[in-house]
C-alpha cells in the first residue's frame, strides 16, 4: 500500500482493550465496511477518470498511488482483511 505508514489498523479487541484501560465502555458499534468499500470505489473511480489534471498537479505516481491505495481499500474490505467499524464509547461507571 502506497504510504502504509500513515495507516494505523487496530484490531477491534485491541479497541476494547485501549478503550476500557482508559475509563471507557463501548456502548455502541456497527459495522461500516460495505459503505466504506463503496465510498473507496466511488473515489477511485473518480480520481482514476480525472488522473491526467490530478497528474499534472501532484504527478503521475502520485496520481498512480491515489488510485491504487483506494482500490487496495476495496479489494481488503471486500474480502474481509480490514473491516470498517464505527464505535461509541462513554465514561464506564
Known sequence: MP?????????????????????????????????????????????????????SRVGRRAADELVAAHRLWSEWLTTGRVRKIAVVAELAG
Do not use: C, F, Q
Open 3 to 55: 504510504d502504509a505508514d500513515t495507516v494505523w489498523l487496530t484490531p477491534l479487541e485491541e479497541m476494547h482493550r485501549i478503550l476500557a484501560h482508559n475509563g471507557l465502555a463501548v456502548r455502541w458499534k456497527e459495522d461500516w465496511s460495505r459503505s466504506h468499500r463503496a465510498m473507496a470505489d466511488s473515489l477511485a473511480d473518480a480520481y482514476e477518470s480525472d488522473s491526467a489534471a490530478i497528474a
